[in-house]
């Protein structure tokens, strides 16, 4: 699920914001906030939920004992990261991110070091660090946000006409770039990719035929094409190469020609 996605828009918001003006006790819309934090990320990446839960606990905890450690908050610091980041080289090396792991990680990583450098901005309450690390409008993208800035949040909302109003202008807005610069940026890929696929054919075409004229071999491995780089690549080679025609190859290798437009 994403904030761009249907079931987003017309079903699971809806339902969390008339949900949320409907309970009356703070306490009940923190459990619906949380409640929502985990269904929003397991319509996401359900197989690596318990791994986030994990992530709470861990940060949690370890800011419990940095809380009450007299000395050793740097050892046990530096323990909780060295973890964290190897959690996150493992996933990397596999080459299968969960979803949002880095933004979580980093931002309870932050939770942490500032607990570590000023132990009364921890928190005892479970319920707040799994509401603070849970919170789904920033689950998954970011931004970061420090404790301290969201602590006050935590028990206490005052919620206006006027507050209400300036959000849903900043999500209308929000979700109108992102969908026009999506679209935009697709597009100018696949024109991109398209002549980039063109070009490198040509170019490969023209190069053997040159070498063909000097009696010379080259060996032009294929282009990986990867997003509009790779297609870049190729139409330069290809306009280098009509450019410089055959001069300057280099056998067993890609040509270097020099361009001159003129």
Same mark, same amino acid.
Request: positive net charge; aromatic residues 12%; charged residues 15%.
């Given at each position: ?27 009940? =819309? ?6 929502? @934090? ?24 370890? @800011?419990?004992?940095?809380? #009450? ?24 090396? #596999? ?71 300036? @959000? ?9 770039? =992102? ?44 282009? =990986? ?38």
């Amino acid at each position: 699920m994403n904030f761009a996605s249907p079931i987003f828009l017309f079903a699971f918001l809806p339902l969390v914001l008339i949900a949320y003006h409907l309970l009356r006790p703070i306490r009940a =819309k923190n459990v619906l906030l949380i409640a929502a @934090g985990l269904v929003f990320y397991a319509f996401g990446d359900l197989r690596h939920l318990p791994l986030l839960l994990a992530s709470c606990a861990l940060h949690y905890g370890v @800011g419990l004992a940095l809380m #009450r450690a007299r000395r050793g908050r740097r050892l046990l610091l530096a323990a909780c990261v060295t973890v964290d980041l190897a959690v996150l080289a493992a996933y990397k090396w #596999r080459g299968a991110l969960p979803l949002g792991i880095s933004f979580y990680t980093f931002q309870a990583i932050s939770y942490i070091v500032d607990v570590s450098r000023a132990p009364q901005s921890g928190t005892r309450s479970f319920r707040r660090a799994l509401q603070y690390l849970t919170f789904f409008p920033q689950l998954t993208a970011g931004p970061l946000m420090r404790f301290s800035e969201v602590q006050p949040l935590l028990d206490t909302r005052h919620v206006t006409w006027d507050g209400a109003f300036d @959000g849903c202008s900043r999500f209308i807005c929000g979700l109108a770039k =992102k969908l026009l610069l999506a679209a935009a940026d697709t597009g100018a890929k696949q024109v991109c990719l398209a002549g980039g696929v063109a070009a490198n054919g040509r170019l490969r075409q023209l190069v053997n035929d040159g070498a063909q004229k000097l009696g010379a071999k080259v060996y032009l491995p294929e282009l =990986k094409f990867c997003g509009d780089n790779g297609a870049m690549i190729a139409a330069q080679g290809y306009y280098q190469y009509i450019a410089g025609h055959t001069a300057g190859l280099e056998l067993n290798g890609l040509p270097t020609l020099p361009i001159d437009y003129e």
